[in-house]
């Protein structure tokens, strides 16, 4: 069965492009898609341009969304939250 999990994660420090790295490894790890959201503005976050793009748009203190769909969604949004600091 699908489904669809969001979360609200906060910016407390400027994203590298380690950390898209990191982000483009762990959306491979899993059956379901990951996608990043902000200000209607959405991607998937297996693409290294796209998600290097995404986080130079991020400033500290911004808010984006985590939207995870797909038969492993719930379990894959816990240990993406769990595992990454921002």
Known sequence: MK?????KVKVSAKFTV???L????FAKDFNSQLFLSKNGMTIH??????????FLTLKEG??????????DAESAMNKMTNKMVY
Not at 45 to 54: D, E, M, N, P, R
């Open 3 to 7: 489904q669809i999990c969001s979360r």
């Open 18 to 20: 380690n950390k898209a």
């Open 22 to 25: 990191e982000i483009m490894q």
């Open 45 to 54: 976050a297996t693409g290294l341009s796209q998600l290097v793009s995404f």
């Open 62 to 71: 911004d808010s984006f969304l985590y939207i995870v769909e797909g038969a």
